[in-house]
């Protein structure tokens, strides 16, 4: 896995509520999973980038579910790092911190795909194709929950 692949792998795993402390763990997952299907005589995936990205948004949902999300929200937050397309200084935090409540809010399905889609840049011909489920339930998933994070954010009156 490159090291391009390794941060798309580590950032999915944030926004999916994976605590830094155990990031490392998920990406060795991730590692180990594709290395289990090479062994096993299956087919490499078409997209490993996307395969990897879904397994990551997996393992986090899992994650998620065992944990019910005993760390903080910071956490995940630091995890990211900076990110160049996003506003700077306080307004920039702010907005972070939002829609990372804002993401922390949305259903697990929902909030799968988002990241997917946003952070992780998959197509949603990909992500249906990785969650073997149509393009159109991705696509609503997404419609629903962007209106959803608009909804919060303008709530929150942070735009």
Known sequence: ????????????????????????D?????RLRLLERAASG???????????AVVASNLAMDWHR?????????????????????PSGEDGRLLSL????????LPDAQRQVIVLRFYAD?????????????EGTVKSRLHTAVRALRDRLHEDEVV
């Open 1 to 24: 896995m490159d090291t391009a692949l390794e941060r798309r792998v580590r950032a999915v795993l944030a926004l999916g509520g994976v605590p830094q402390a155990d990031l490392l």
């Open 42 to 52: 299956r087919e490499a995936p078409r997209d490993v980038a996307a395969w990897a």
């Open 66 to 86: 065992a944990r019910r999300r005993q760390e903080r929200l910071g956490e995940r937050l630091s995890a990211l790092g900076p990110v160049d397309h996003q």
């Open 122 to 134: 998959l197509p949603v011909r990909a992500i249906a194709e990785q969650l073997g489920v149509p």
């Open 26 to 30: 998920g990406v060795q997952q991730v």
């Open 98 to 105: 939002a829609v990372a409540r804002g993401l922390d809010a």
